[in-house]
């Protein structure tokens, strides 16, 4: 097997994987009655999302910003004894 494609396997694994997590993560964010970003429903936010700063002009991915919010992963559940 060539690197390329030994790449592009780990690539789809980790594709599933955060799927498989994020519908964890919506499911717990549901349950908790938060929105999507987790904060509370009626939270408004300057630009309309959480993930971009208008003034630095960064961006970031929706599950980063959960995981800087909950960063013990509550809804993961394999891990509780």
Do not use: C, H
């Not at 919506?26 to 003034?55: I, R």
């Amino acid at each position: 097997m060539n690197l390329k494609k030994i790449f592009s396997a780990i690539l789809f694994l980790r594709a599933g994987t955060m799927a498989e997590d994020m519908t964890k993560v919506d499911k717990w964010l549901e349950e908790q009655g938060l929105n999507e970003y987790g904060d509370s429903q009626e939270t408004m936010y300057m630009g309309g999302s959480p993930l971009f700063n208008e003034m630095t002009g960064e961006s970031m991915e929706r599950i980063d910003y959960i995981l800087d919010k909950f960063p013990n992963k509550p809804w993961d559940t394999s891990t509780e004894s």
